[in-house]
């Protein structure tokens, strides 16, 4: 199985600064057909899980620009660029690329 | 809209079975590729399987710790998917979420607690 290998595991920030988090795989997520599963999830205190990025770095309906996505490969990085208080929660990466699709072990957000 | 609402979850001894439902709305049911995603009680997130659409063969996915004891299934009719879980162990506790097959929705999860 894929292994993807977050950080870091925890994340505090204040509000209105940036944030970065990392995620890293075994190996390349490129799939055959060129595309490269790897998505971002945001899941607040309580919630089910929500995807905010697709194929790297395609935002979601709904999610707001100050979240990103980018990378290549075997590494990305989600980024937010001024964090808000909605912002709390845990993220996680995941790749679909090859199956079983796994997920990263998650990152949690939390203020400063 | 699209929705998931799972049902199904509970308290289940050791050794015993449940099965999952899941009812689909606000998309084209037949088409879609369906999983299983859980998440132990303050734990990270975990694939259990998939089953894809007819038009690909309906075929299903497990993960290593639920294949042979799991079984993924749909009604297209009912826009339902399924989890047969069988010989539960105390490790299979968790909340159990309905996706759609690219991840981009998830169900408000159904809990089964395993233990005696």
Not at chain 2, 75 to 84: F, G, H, I, M, W
Request: with cysteine; net charge neutral; aromatic share 8%.
């Amino acid at each position: 199985d894929v292994v993807m290998t977050q950080s870091p595991l925890s994340l505090p920030v204040t509000l209105g600064q940036p944030a970065s988090i990392s995620c890293s795989s075994g190996r390349s997520l490129v799939s055959s057909n060129g595309n490269t599963y790897l998505s971002w999830f945001q899941q607040r205190p309580g919630q089910s899980p929500r995807r905010l990025i697709y194929q790297v770095s395609n935002r979601d309906s709904g999610v707001p620009d100050r979240f990103s996505g980018s990378g290549s490969g075997s590494d990305f990085t989600l980024k937010i660029s001024r964090v808000e208080a909605e912002d709390v929660g845990v993220y996680y990466c995941l790749q679909g690329t090859h199956w079983p699709d796994t997920f990263g072990q998650g990152t949690k957000l939390e203020i400063k | 809209e699209v929705q998931l609402v799972e049902s199904g979850g509970g308290l289940i001894e050791p050794g015993g079975s449940l099965r999952l439902s899941c009812l689909a709305s606000g998309l084209t049911f037949s088409n879609a590729w369906m999983s299983w995603v859980r998440q132990a009680p303050g734990k990270g997130l975990e694939g259990v399987g998939r089953i894809k659409s007819k038009t690909n063969g309906e075929t299903v996915d497990y993960a290593a710790p639920v294949k042979g004891r799991f079984t993924i299934s749909r009604d297209d009719s009912k826009n339902t998917l399924y989890l047969q879980m069988n010989s539960l162990k105390s490790d299979d506790t968790a909340v159990y979420y309905c996706i759609t097959g690219d991840y981009g929705r998830w169900g408000q999860g159904t809990l089964v607690t395993v233990s005696s």
